[in-house]
């Protein structure tokens, strides 16, 4: 049974192994293969339990084992040229093996509740330009394409494509707060 819930510390380092076997497969031939080669994974995990301090991180479990994280914030502190967007789903990633099995859906929902929760309205998760997977599951959970931008990995330049959520239009019509004041 798949049970989402919030992180705990103990569970950055096999959160980073999912990531770091993630990027190694679906960017492969999209990323220099000498960049994905050298992920140094201490190096990643020091960097996630600072990530764990300053944002929110939710997993995915299965039979005791993580097997899906999601990482948010109810800011755009990464996406600051957006001004018509109020929050960012900074990652989400499943276990290779583990794919195009509901649990990416799952855990966007979860996120994108837990921020109409919070009272936000608009959502952008961004995805590396040749990523066509990622791009296909982001449009089939409603994104549209707003943005591009440049990042740096490994001292080369690649392009993401920000989709955007209006999550605000997700909420129920008969929501027992609609109508007060």
Known sequence: MLTIRR???????????????????????????SYLD?????????????DYLETEFIVA?????????????DNNQFSPFMSDIDCELIALYVAPSLKRKGIGKKLFEYTKNDLINRE?????????????PSKKFY????GKIVA????????KTYY??????????YREIDSPNQGQM
């Open 38 to 50: 050298s992920i140094d994974i201490e190096e990643k995990i020091s960097k996630r339990e600072q």
């Open 61 to 73: 479990e299965e039979d005791s084992k993580i097997v899906g994280f999601c990482r948010y914030t």
């Open 120 to 132: 936000r309205e608009s959502m952008i998760i961004w995805c590396l330009k040749d990523n066509e």
């Open 139 to 142: 449009q089939k959970m409603g």
């Open 160 to 169: 993401e494509v920000g989709f955007a959520y209006k999550i605000w239009s």
């Open 148 to 155: 591009e931008k440049a990042v740096d990995m490994g001292g």
């Open 7 to 33: 992180m705990t510390k103990e569970d950055i380092p096999d959160m980073v192994n999912i990531q770091v076997r993630s990027w190694q497969i679906a960017y492969r031939g999209i990323v220099d293969d």
